[in-house]
């Protein structure tokens, strides 16, 4: 049972452009979401979280979205760079459990 | 010290041995997890340690067997494993406490059973 999903498995974009990457979960009880970014061969590193309190949280080129009401949360990057491409993925928490999306892999293109 | 280290880095092993991964981290983290992920699928929570409690085994086959000696260290046991379990091994740690609830992750253990 996948309670968090990335239906996009691959986006591309160009540099300077726009990046926006989405997740969906369905368990309500979660209350922290998180954005991981994997490059080939590491672990995933941690980019931007929000909280189920708040609906956007801003870090420099990278804003995080969340619609509550529709389960749904967004990445955003904005412009996009060439060393962005990776595979990112979302994350939800409830207290010591978090799960993940499958990941989507962005390739920005110069 | 903001790392999480796990040894080996890559482990090739028969489906009769015995091997263990390591994992250690000294940022006073309270909670540490073992996931696994398979090519193109995301991370899959295994188990969760806090406080150096197991406080979730999500219906792990017993062949995999977890350790926490003390917070700094955690320990994945293997036994008699198959080779769909073969996969990329992944620690992680996090604060207990705090709204900051993010974890941070080891570079993983790359496990192939033959």
């Known amino acids: 049972d996948q309670q968090v999903k990335q239906n996009s498995p691959s986006l591309s974009v160009q540099e300077g452009r726009i990046s926006i990457l989405n997740c969906d979960y369905t368990?309500?009880?979660?209350?922290?979401f998180l954005w991981y970014k994997k490059y080939p061969a590491e672990g995933p590193t941690f980019l931007i979280s929000i909280s189920s309190i708040k609906d956007k949280n801003e870090d420099g080129r990278f804003t995080v979205f969340l619609n509550k009401s529709a389960k749904h949360l967004s990445l955003h990057i904005v412009p996009s760079q060439p060393g962005d491409s990776a595979v990112y993925f979302c994350a939800a928490r409830k207290g010591d459990d978090m799960r993940f999306g499958a990941g989507t892999r962005l390739t920005v293109k110069p | 010290d903001t790392e999480v280290t796990q040894t080996p880095k890559h482990l090739v092993m028969g489906m009769t041995n015995k091997k263990s991964l390591k994992c250690e981290q000294h940022?006073?983290?309270?909670?540490m997890y073992w996931y696994k992920q398979k090519a193109k699928k995301p991370p899959e929570l295994m188990f969760v340690?806090?406080?150096?409690?197991?406080?979730i085994n999500e219906s792990v086959p017993s062949r995999f067997s977890p350790e926490c000696p003390n917070s700094s260290l955690l320990n994945l046991h293997l036994h008699a494993l198959q080779p769909e379990d073969s996969a990329l091994y992944l620690c992680?740690?996090?604060?207990?406490?705090?709204?900051?609830?993010?974890?941070?992750f080891g570079s993983g253990t790359q496990l192939s059973v033959l």
């Open positions: 992680a740690s996090s604060q207990f406490r705090g709204l900051d609830e993010k974890l941070f």
């Open positions: 940022m006073g983290h309270r909670a």
């Open positions: 368990n309500s009880m979660f209350d922290y």
């Open positions: 340690y806090s406080y150096e409690k197991l406080s």
